[in-house]
């Protein structure tokens, strides 16, 4: 009943430890007759380390005495690196150690209850799940956190703005919707849809990158019919993906905007097709395999109108110009070249 777990995660020191020890007593009791399993785990997970830079200074006796990251004021380059460091308390200088990962005998751990009280839970922990994909290492950044907590500030103004049209929209009338609405709620779905695959791989950090696309989509949106529901339903949508990670606000704005009492209650989203269906695409045009240009056709356009529109972009008939054209190769879906 009990086994086996559906999903392990740990570093990648627990191979020789919790992970060796679990396996080697499931094939016991799988050998006594006490257990059909064979493996305690279905899945592992093994996740990358938060890594943070370090300073430093040399005792009398020549000894490293670490210092916290919090108690010195750092210089950084262009890139955001750190290039010198003085400490808060003196203004001298301390040694910058490098990058290492966050441990007790280094003292570059950062205090989450800190980050908490600064920013909310909700920045912590979305700043976490967006860094890397869970199996690379973290590199800590306060920037990083600062923009973090932007989002979501962007997230909760956005939705205050709205809040009264949202509360009382309708459902999406798909037919009424003119050519930018559709464009736009077929990017939030595209958007959902890419949001639930990632969701599937353990990669929470482009689930984010994800939902900020779909508040980015939702921003540009100009004013006018059916406006409101495109964002009741984009922010539906966001609030459901957001939930896991950021799980307060989501709650609050799932509340306040009139969806439900709890959002963690509310089904999971799921992608429109419909909404998704395209009428044009864009294919790309190379002239001897170098890029030129790019065209729109009808989705169900034939070879011949696709060669037509590829041969009438106007830098493809300036590399074009007067070279007899050999041949042209169609990718359906992907891309034209035209061969001189």
């Not at 679990?22 to 592992?44: C, I, Q, Y």
């Not at 205050?160 to 037919?175: K, L």
């Not at 306040?256 to 864009?282: F, H, K, Q």
Request: charged share 25%; with cysteine.
């Amino acid at each position: 009943y009990w086994m086996p777990v559906d999903q392990y995660v740990g570093g990648i020191e627990h191979a020789i430890l919790h992970l060796l020890y679990s396996r080697f007593w499931t094939k016991v009791m799988r050998d006594l007759g006490l257990t059909k399993v064979s493996e305690p785990f279905a899945h592992l997970l093994t996740q990358g380390m938060v890594i943070a830079s370090t300073f430093y200074r040399d005792d009398v006796d020549g000894r490293k005495q670490w210092i916290n990251p919090a108690d010195v004021k750092v210089q950084t380059d262009d890139k955001g690196r750190p290039v010198a460091a003085t400490l808060n308390r003196d203004g001298q200088p301390v040694t910058v150690g490098g990058i290492e990962k966050m441990a007790k005998s280094k003292n570059n751990g950062v205090d989450p209850q800190s980050l908490i009280e600064q920013y909310g839970a909700d920045t912590a922990r979305l700043f976490i799940m967006f860094a890397a994909p869970p199996d690379q290492a973290l590199e800590w950044s306060d920037s990083g956190v600062a923009g973090a907590y932007r989002f979501l500030r962007r997230l909760w103004v956005y939705a205050a703005e709205h809040q009264d049209a949202i509360r009382t929209a309708g459902e999406v009338d798909a037919a009424a919707l003119s050519e930018p609405l559709q464009a736009a709620r077929r990017e939030v779905h595209e958007a959902l849809r890419q949001a639930l695959y990632d969701f599937g791989r353990h990669q929470f950090n482009t689930v984010v990158s994800g939902g900020m696309k779909i508040l980015n989509t939702l921003t540009r949106i100009e004013a006018g019919n059916e406006v409101s529901t495109i964002r009741r339903e984009g922010l539906s949508i966001l609030l459901r993906l957001l939930s896991p990670i950021t799980p307060h606000i989501a709650h609050e704005l799932w509340r306040e905007l009139g969806y439900g009492d709890n959002v963690l209650n509310a089904a999971w989203p799921v992608p429109d097709e419909a909404a998704m269906a395209r009428s044009l695409i864009t294919l790309v045009v190379q002239v001897n395999g170098k890029l030129r240009g790019q065209i729109e056709v009808p989705v169900d356009a034939d070879r011949s109108a696709i060669e037509q529109a590829a041969q009438a972009e106007p830098n493809v008939q300036r590399f074009v110009e007067g070279r007899p054209i050999r041949k042209i190769v169609v990718v359906p879906g992907k891309l034209v070249n035209v061969v001189c």
